[in-house]
């Protein structure tokens, strides 16, 4: 079983839908588990951090599932911006990012 | 403030060659990451630095792939063969101490062989 794993996707959806994601960890001890956004040809980017209480930074949240070992994000009112690659990283209490393979989202006009 | 520099941007050789990059991590940064992304995937360690320390090189497949961290500063990845299935994305990526919002990755350095 991978340590973290994600649906590739893509999702694609239209202008101001409601899309979510998640993301499943084998390791219960993982502590630490982050969003990164990472369009075409570039490299990752911070989107957010989960918080075991769940967070919100705008159109974005993020929720911690420790009992079921899952995070997900949840993108609200769509924007053609919000198109890119999702990863879920977790650090697995080694001292290292251990990402998903990313779920793609293509938000169409 | 500069971000994480990677050079090059794009590099083409042919298998067997030996190929390096360069990565300069942002000031005052003591951690420094090599990943790997390929096609599809997510990025996979390769090596992480503890200023000149390489503390995990588990990934790292030794019998061509090298690096060095030289005064705890800038670093460099070779690959010695390179083989066809190295063609990947090779990110850098720096931060103060561990934790994933304190990364900053470089925008990388894309090898193709042929």
């Known amino acids: 079983r991978k340590e973290v794993e994600q649906d590739p996707g893509p999702f694609n959806v239209p202008e101001g839908a409601t899309v979510a994601f998640n993301c499943t960890y084998s390791n219960s001890a993982s502590q630490s588990f982050f969003w990164y956004r990472q369009d075409c040809r570039k490299e990752p980017k911070l989107l957010m951090s989960?918080?075991?209480s769940g967070n919100e930074d705008g159109r974005f949240t993020a929720q911690l599932n420790r009992a079921s070992q899952y995070i997900s994000l949840l993108i609200r009112d769509s924007k053609l911006s919000d198109s890119a690659t999702y990863l879920c990283v977790v650090i697995p209490g080694f001292q290292k990012l251990v990402f998903g393979t990313g779920t793609r989202l293509l938000v169409s006009p | 403030e500069a971000g994480v520099v990677q050079s090059p941007r794009y590099k083409i050789i042919e298998k067997k060659q030996p190929v390096a990059f360069w990565c300069n991590p942002i000031?005052?940064?003591?951690?420094l990451y090599w990943y790997r992304q390929n096609l599809g995937q997510g990025p996979e360690l390769l090596i992480r630095?503890?200023?000149?320390?390489?503390?995990?090189d588990s990934q790292l497949p030794k019998d061509r792939f090298s690096a060095e961290r030289l005064k705890g500063v800038d670093s460099t990845l070779k690959i010695q063969p390179a083989e066809l299935g190295d063609s990947a994305v090779y990110l850098c990526?720096?931060?103060?101490?561990?934790?994933?919002?304190?990364?900053?990755f470089g925008s990388g350095t894309r090898l193709t062989v042929v």
């Open positions: 000031s005052g940064h003591n951690t």
């Open positions: 990526a720096s931060s103060l101490g561990t934790q994933g919002d304190g990364y900053t």
């Open positions: 989960v918080y075991s």
């Open positions: 630095y503890e200023n000149e320390e390489a503390v995990d």
